[in-house]
């Protein structure tokens, strides 16, 4: 399979690495000071994560760090891509600073470079301080000064070492299915706030890069977008239109403001309720900030019909089972072979300055471990696939400058619990025993040949 591609087919340039989580792989939720993040709290509720599990040990990185970050140098990477857990470093989300939980950060950022691992930092993960969810969360906007608050603390605490920032991951994930479907942390079910927590998460997308900006000589400033070509399922005219509606929300909702466009209102009509409820005079311009790097996230297609029965989109998923697909994970999304591709070509038509990275690429498959290695041929297949289409598109004149992979640890994989395996390297959670899987061997063969 390695002889499919070659690493030189991407660049000299080219970044490899592998993106993790805070919440998911810290673990040592109690040490040191750190305060309740809304995923503490959400985790408690009974129900919300199917397995009924926590992220308490987690993949206790937060103990393993060195040992992690030089599993990472051995499968060939050169960059690794972690978020700070807004909650250790501020318990309380403003006001007090706790110096151990710097000082953890600091450490992990020294042995990144000590190991050749380009530190790159997520700045929020989805894990609000629960002080600042009892205070209104990302609905009140005096959000946007508590982060911007934070954002000044870690920038000037690290900014001297790390160059490569992205603010936020995926607003459209803990802003929809946190505020309106509640499937994620904090668990509301509010359609009336879901436009107040949109525009000031998009306020503090663009607030937190000018943060940087000011206050990092020589940053390259990115966030990330999670992002799926969305198709319909007939040529019908009502599933079209709800297509382009599901796109709107899925691909342009966030983005779209960051490059100085705008809301997508005509898709979404009740994004206007964001100027007549929520928006402050100058809000249209502070929206918009020149990143230097976008990131897409990207891991499924979606195939929308025409439905009565979801208001405001007036359209739904059409399940891959419903479709009968060749292949899905086992998060039930399809494996569709031009998925990347397609997803891809739609962002490149986007004027602008800015490049692009694929800054998260996985998929969750069931692991067979025979006699301590762990065989994991879809996986490889995968990002296969999947690296193919990037370098189509890079012939294409796309400038895509890396590949980070979701992720390097089997994971708590959010409301799903630790069920779904997406790691490089297999993790035995009652033990912490490591794995390096095949797809982490072909990684290795793949980027040392």
Same mark, same amino acid.
């Given at each position: 399979?390695?002889?499919?591609?070659?690493?030189?087919?991407?660049?000299?340039?080219?970044?490899?690495?592998? =993106?993790?989580?805070?919440?998911?792989?810290?673990?040592?939720?109690?040490?040191?000071?750190?305060?309740?993040?809304?995923?503490?709290?959400?985790?408690?509720?009974?129900?919300?994560?199917?397995?009924?599990?926590?992220?308490?040990?987690?993949?206790?990185?937060?103990?393993?760090?060195?040992?992690?970050?030089?599993? %990472?140098?051995?499968?060939?990477?050169?960059?690794? !891509?972690?978020?700070?857990?807004?909650?250790?470093?501020?318990?309380?989300?403003?006001?007090?600073?706790?110096?151990?939980?710097?000082?953890?950060?600091?450490?992990?950022? @020294?042995?990144? *470079?000590?190991?050749?691992?380009?530190?790159?930092?997520?700045?929020?993960?989805?894990?609000?301080?629960? =002080?600042?969810?009892? !205070?209104?969360?990302?609905? %009140?906007?005096?959000?946007?000064?508590?982060?911007?608050?934070?954002?000044?603390? *870690?920038?000037?605490?690290?900014?001297?070492?790390?160059?490569?920032?992205?603010?936020?991951?995926?607003?459209?994930?803990?802003?929809?299915?946190?505020?309106?479907?509640?499937?994620?942390?904090?668990?509301?079910?509010?359609?009336?706030?879901?436009?107040?927590?949109?525009?000031?998460?998009?306020?503090?997308?663009?607030?937190?890069?000018?943060?940087?900006?000011?206050?990092?000589?020589?940053?390259?400033?990115?966030?990330?977008?999670?992002?799926?070509?969305?198709?319909? *399922?007939?040529?019908?005219?009502?599933?079209?239109?709800?297509?382009?509606?599901?796109?709107?929300?899925?691909?342009?909702?966030?983005?779209?403001?960051?490059?100085?466009?705008?809301?997508?209102?005509?898709?979404?009509?009740?994004?206007?309720?964001?100027?007549?409820?929520?928006?402050?005079?100058?809000?249209?311009?502070?929206?918009?900030?020149?990143? @230097?790097?976008?990131?897409?996230?990207?891991?499924?297609?979606?195939?929308?019909?025409?439905?009565?029965?979801?208001?405001?989109?007036?359209?739904?998923?059409?399940?891959?089972?419903?479709?009968?697909?060749? =292949? *899905?994970?086992?998060?039930?999304?399809?494996?569709?072979?031009?998925?990347?591709?397609?997803?891809?070509?739609?962002?490149?038509?986007?004027?602008?300055?800015?490049?692009?990275?694929?800054?998260?690429?996985?998929?969750?498959?069931?692991?067979?471990?025979?006699?301590?290695?762990?065989?994991?041929?879809?996986?490889?297949?995968?990002?296969?696939?999947?690296?193919?289409?990037?370098?189509?598109?890079?012939?294409?004149?796309?400038?895509?400058?890396?590949?980070?992979?979701?992720?390097?640890?089997?994971?708590?994989?959010?409301?799903?619990?630790?069920?779904?395996?997406?790691?490089?390297?297999?993790?035995?959670?009652?033990?912490?025993?490591?794995?390096?899987?095949?797809?982490?061997?072909?990684?290795?063969?793949?980027?040392?040949?």
């Amino acid at each position: 399979m390695t002889s499919l591609l070659h690493r030189a087919d991407f660049g000299a340039d080219f970044v490899w690495g592998t =993106a993790t989580a805070a919440f998911q792989i810290e673990g040592a939720t109690l040490a040191d000071g750190r305060g309740a993040s809304v995923w503490d709290t959400f985790s408690q509720k009974r129900g919300a994560i199917k397995t009924g599990e926590n992220a308490l040990m987690a993949c206790d990185f937060y103990n393993r760090y060195k040992t992690d970050i030089a599993l %990472n140098k051995q499968m060939g990477f050169s960059a690794f !891509r972690f978020s700070i857990a807004w909650s250790r470093v501020l318990p309380q989300g403003t006001g007090r600073v706790n110096e151990a939980g710097l000082a953890f950060y600091d450490q992990v950022i @020294d042995e990144c *470079i000590r190991q050749g691992q380009t530190p790159w930092i997520t700045l929020f993960h989805w894990d609000l301080p629960q =002080a600042l969810e009892d !205070r209104g969360g990302w609905v %009140n906007r005096e959000i946007l000064i508590w982060f911007s608050d934070y954002v000044r603390l *870690i920038v000037r605490a690290f900014g001297h070492k790390v160059k490569h920032w992205f603010v936020l991951n995926e607003p459209s994930a803990f802003t929809i299915l946190g505020y309106l479907v509640g499937m994620h942390a904090p668990g509301r079910r509010s359609f009336r706030s879901v436009p107040a927590v949109i525009h000031h998460a998009a306020l503090a997308q663009a607030d937190g890069g000018r943060i940087i900006r000011d206050n990092v000589p020589g940053a390259v400033i990115g966030t990330t977008f999670s992002c799926s070509p969305v198709e319909p *399922i007939s040529p019908l005219k009502r599933d079209v239109q709800a297509a382009q509606r599901a796109n709107a929300l899925l691909n342009r909702l966030f983005i779209e403001p960051a490059l100085g466009l705008g809301y997508p209102e005509r898709e979404l009509p009740f994004l206007k309720s964001i100027q007549k409820r929520f928006a402050k005079p100058g809000d249209q311009e502070r929206l918009a900030f020149g990143f @230097d790097l976008i990131g897409l996230q990207h891991y499924f297609r979606v195939v929308v019909e025409h439905s009565m029965l979801v208001p405001y989109l007036w359209g739904r998923d059409v399940s891959p089972n419903r479709r009968q697909v060749d =292949a *899905i994970t086992e998060m039930g999304w399809e494996v569709h072979p031009n998925s990347m591709l397609h997803i891809l070509r739609q962002f490149s038509l986007y004027d602008g300055s800015h490049k692009w990275i694929v800054a998260e690429s996985g998929a969750a498959f069931y692991d067979q471990i025979d006699n301590g290695q762990v065989i994991d041929t879809a996986r490889t297949a995968y990002h296969v696939q999947c690296l193919q289409q990037v370098r189509q598109a890079k012939a294409e004149g796309i400038d895509i400058t890396g590949y980070f992979v979701w992720t390097l640890l089997d994971n708590f994989e959010w409301a799903e619990g630790y069920r779904p395996r997406f790691g490089l390297v297999h993790v035995d959670h009652r033990t912490q025993q490591r794995i390096i899987k095949g797809s982490g061997q072909w990684f290795r063969h793949f980027l040392m040949e």
